[in-house]
């Protein structure tokens, strides 16, 4: 919209950058700026009609609680994600919505953050393809989209003031990707900085993250919004370029804006800025149409919850289950799903599906028959000895015991992080037990982050990673058990062997208000691939009722650095099928440390029994790089790339190497370079090899010839000390120009 900032005093301007209450922004009448309404999500709309609360404290509206972004995220599937996004904003517009918080976007850096349920991967490449495919099928419904938590924001131990002291190139490779995607291609109307400190400034007046970086690197045109409660500082985050404080602080921060500008302290510039961005928003207001379309969507977040859950594993093809079997469902979560996380996302669902109703609905048309026992109490009542005796006779008259179990609502949540990987005590035992006296034993998780599967997972025959996949799981758990669905997911973490084995575990969660990413890039599989650490099931790890063959793989390389790479995949199996192209690079030699493989590209193709297709992947500049932290700015390195298909992050089938000019890389050379740079700049390093030969006695030049290796051992030390050492066979002079020529020579790609 279009309005008149002048016509507004500083008072108004001031009160336009924080909420009027826990949900709303305020408005002015007479200046035609209306009020909006904000609300949490991505995985479901929570509209509170009566009080407000930030933690799913207070009931909220009904609505589809569509899968989490922890399931999402394994079906590797953009147009499943933008799915959810066209769903979710449809059912904003129903309640009056302007804004969805949504989606989060953080990396899985340690398997113990609470909230990881609501984030997408371990890696930024597919967290933001998925979030922006998200972002930008949300907003083609007039809602806007919160991409969320800028940045940093892994753990929820002292979350509110814990310092995330990271490196800027790992900021750039693993903690900023995610979000720049999202803002270069789908423009979200508003980015959510986080609760926590980077290197010790607070996200919510850092002007290097949400200027200079946000602002001016990415090109974001929308407003930033704090997280509830999360603004240290009100004047500093007009400064730095947070534009909007929610909730609401009754008028308090805006009196300190206001006196800000009066005294200088504040630039009027900065508030008229933040002023246009948030009146801005008001272009996704509407009222609420009440269009709730409460079964397609249902019937939508069956179909997405089935094509995310990941078959881990399927001994002797004990899935699918086969008509007139006998079969044992065990668990508490059969009949009381675990379907959401805990916290700000917490949905009021408009029904739930419970997987012992849905597999006795499926059941009668295959034959099957089922009979149930609790097995164990997620809660630990009950008498845990007489529950697993149940179960176990139960299973010894079944074919097949399917056993439902996972983490519960107290076992992780926002707010804090886990301890530990283990499921509980109680249901390890029953799964013991059970595998013990069962013919064939299933184990269906329900949870939002990994879970050890140690001590268990050899007795079992088969394994379901469900995740927590919203109100439909029940139904999709069932489908997938009977082969209705064919399972398609694959995992977006790491399933460590030990807690210990994960990068991060001697850093997480940090101490005195620190926590340090001493992993550095080396997060999730980039770690275990590059040290050679064993892994229960890899990154990208999942089966299939069918199997899938690469037939070849075929790269072009087209203009500098981009590679377009043709992968032909075929369906070999007897079933119809879904199956995910992986495409990894495993980088050149560069000056820098990196991982062994990063995963640049995937497509997730359908395919019927005998079909035979070829996906074209187009790998960019950005795909071979790394953050050059001298020049701050992406650097492709000159050599072979090995482009590699695999079926997870630990296995290639098939590699093709490219090779590449990379970026010519002409550094500044100062009296603080090291020797070797000096000698090594391609136009510097000749003349400084002549100036000092022509200033040697014929004995010294021989005794550099018979010695080549000499030069290696200085080759770590500044300039300005060398000098010390050759006392004068370089003229001040000389240096100087050098280092001019070196100035002068400095250019890229």
């Not at 008149?4 to 008072?11: A, C, N, V």
């Not at 927590?468 to 999709?476: E, F, H, I, V, Y």
Request: proline share 4%; with cysteine.
């Amino acid at each position: 919209m279009t309005f008149d900032l002048s016509s507004l005093t500083l008072e108004q301007k001031a009160s336009l950058l924080s909420g009027a209450d826990f949900w709303s922004t305020k408005s002015l009448p007479d200046a035609g700026i209306p009020s909006i309404v904000l609300t949490d999500g991505p995985h479901g709309v929570r509209r509170q009609a009566g009080e407000a609360d930030h933690l799913g404290i207070n009931d909220s509206l009904p609505s589809t609680c569509f899968p989490l972004a922890v399931a999402v995220g394994s079906s590797w599937d953009p147009q499943l994600a933008a799915t959810v996004g066209a769903a979710v904003g449809r059912e904003a517009r129903a309640f009056g919505v302007s804004v969805v918080l949504g989606p989060g976007v953080n990396i899985k850096r340690s398997p113990l953050c609470g909230r990881n349920f609501e984030y997408y991967s371990e890696d930024p490449y597919l967290s933001g393809v998925l979030g922006a495919a998200h972002v930008s099928a949300l907003q083609k419904t007039g809602v806007g989209a919160s991409v969320k938590h800028f940045a940093a924001n892994n753990q929820e131990h002292e979350r509110m003031r814990v310092s995330a002291d990271v490196d800027h190139r790992t900021l750039r490779e693993i903690y900023f990707p995610a979000f720049e995607r999202v803002v270069r291609e789908a423009e979200p109307a508003t980015v959510m900085c986080a609760y926590n400190k980077i290197n010790g400034v607070y996200a919510s007046h850092n002007r290097w993250l949400l200027t200079d970086v946000l602002r001016t690197d990415w090109g974001f045109e929308g407003a930033v919004v704090s997280d509830w409660g999360a603004v240290s500082d009100r004047v500093a985050g007009v400064a730095a370029g947070m534009d909007l404080e929610m909730p609401g602080s009754g008028g308090a921060t805006d009196r300190q804006v206001v006196d800000a500008v009066r005294s200088g302290l504040l630039d009027e510039r900065l508030v008229d800025e933040s002023v246009r961005r948030v009146v801005a928003l008001t272009e996704f207001a509407s009222e609420p149409t009440g269009d709730l379309d409460v079964d397609g969507h249902h019937a939508l977040a069956r179909q997405v919850a089935a094509d995310s859950i990941v078959l881990l594993k399927n001994g002797d093809a004990t899935l699918p289950i086969r008509p007139d079997t006998r079969v044992a469902v065990i668990g508490a979560f059969a009949t009381a799903p675990r379907f959401q996380g805990g916290g700000s996302s917490h949905i009021n669902p408009t029904r739930v599906d419970a997987a012992l109703d849905a597999i006795r609905d499926q059941s009668w048309a295959e034959g099957v028959t089922v009979e149930h026992a609790t097995g164990f109490m997620v809660d630990d009542s009950g008498d845990a000895a007489a529950l697993r005796a149940e179960a176990v006779a139960v299973a010894a008259r079944a074919d097949v015991a399917v056993l439902f179990v996972g983490l519960g609502d107290r076992d992780e949540s926002e707010g804090f992080d886990r301890e530990t990987l283990a499921l509980p005590t109680a249901q390890v035992e029953l799964i013991h037990a059970v595998a013990e006296t069962a013919a064939k034993t299933v184990v269906v998780l329900s949870n939002g982050g990994v879970v050890s599967l140690e001590g268990w997972h050899d007795e079992v025959d088969a394994i379901l990673e469900g995740w927590l996949l919203g109100q439909a799981t029940g139904s999709a758990v069932s489908d997938v058990l009977f082969g209705h669905v064919n399972p398609s997911g694959h995992l977006a973490e790491s399933i460590p062997l030990r807690l210990e084995d994960n990068p991060s575990w001697a850093n997480f969660p940090g101490e005195q208000g620190h926590v340090r990413y001493g992993e550095g890039v080396f997060v999730g599989y980039r770690y275990y691939t590059s040290a050679g650490v064993p892994v229960r099931y890899p990154f990208g790890h999942g089966l299939s009722y069918t199997d899938f063959s690469t037939q070849s793989i075929v790269a072009r390389v087209v203009g500098v650095a981009d590679v377009e790479v043709d992968v032909t995949v075929t369906n070999t199996g007897d079933r119809a099928g879904k199956h995910v192209v992986q495409l990894y690079v495993a980088p050149a030699i560069a000056p820098v440390r990196r991982p062994m493989r990063e995963l640049r590209a995937f497509a997730k193709v359908d395919l019927q029994p005998g079909e035979t297709a070829t996906v074209t992947l187009t790998l960019d500049h950005r795909a071979f790089a790394y953050w050059d932290i001298e020049l701050d700015r992406w650097v492709v390195a000159a050599g072979e790339h090995l482009i590699q298909v695999g079926t997870d992050s630990a296995t290639i089938t098939h590699q093709v190497a490219v090779s590449l000019a990379g970026d010519t890389i002409v550094r500044e050379l100062t009296l603080s370079s090291t020797v070797g740079e000096w000698f090594g700049h391609p136009e510097v390093g000749p003349l400084l090899m002549q100036g000092m030969s022509a200033g040697m006695s014929e004995e010294q030049a021989q005794q550099a010839a018979d010695n080549p290796d000499q030069l290696k051992m200085v080759e770590s030390m500044p300039m300005q000390q060398f000098l010390a050492f050759v006392q004068g066979a370089i003229p001040e002079e000389a240096l100087e120009q050098m280092m001019q020529l070196s100035r002068s020579s400095m250019g890229s790609r």
